[in-house]
């Protein structure tokens, strides 16, 4: 039985704990002073920080972390790339009904979803319940974009999480 272990960081922001692969690494460069470490392979004391424009919004105005303004402009870049993707991705998938829409009807189908994306801005207490299942059930998952954003792919004010039931579309957008 071979289990490989999964190096995992807590985000200084949401402190929220992911895989190390899953967020930004900044060097520290000084005592207060940082950089982007892009390739992660930097051999000095790092923090790390969630690919979200919400963790990264707040980075911009944290006090005791200074980072250079192109720094996080490139950790921008590459966030609304990212969510981009996933949304013009869903964006042409909305037809194919292998979607599921909504926190009721995510937890209704759960057993045939194998990919979750959850909106950054999530109620807490639907965040929980959410991590609560994709935890137990071992279902990767990513947060991109907003409630609205999410609304707009099903033209609906707001989506907090969207399931994707087919197998091979979840493999794809895993491996995106």
Do not use: W
């Amino acid at each position: 039985m071979s289990s490989t272990h999964i190096p995992e960081r807590s985000c200084i922001i949401c402190r929220s704990k992911k895989e190390k692969s899953k967020l930004f690494r900044l060097a520290k460069i000084k005592e207060t002073s940082y950089e982007f470490d892009k390739e992660q392979k930097k051999q000095t004391r790092a923090i790390y920080v969630c690919k979200s424009l919400n963790c990264l919004g707040k980075l911009a105005k944290h006090n005791k972390v200074k980072l250079d303004s192109q720094d996080l402009i490139s950790m921008l870049n590459i966030v609304n790339k990212a969510n981009k993707n996933y949304l013009n991705i869903l964006n042409s998938m909305k037809n194919s009904g292998e979607l599921v829409f909504g926190i009721n009807l995510l937890f209704e189908n759960i057993e045939h979803v194998h990919f979750i994306v959850m909106a950054q801005d999530v109620s807490k207490k639907n965040e929980e319940k959410i991590f609560r299942k994709v935890n137990e059930l071992k279902i990767p998952y990513v947060v991109v974009g907003t409630m609205e954003e999410l609304g707009k792919i099903f033209n609906k004010e707001e989506i907090n999480v969207i399931g994707i039931k087919d197998k091979k579309m979840a493999k794809g957008l895993i491996n995106d």
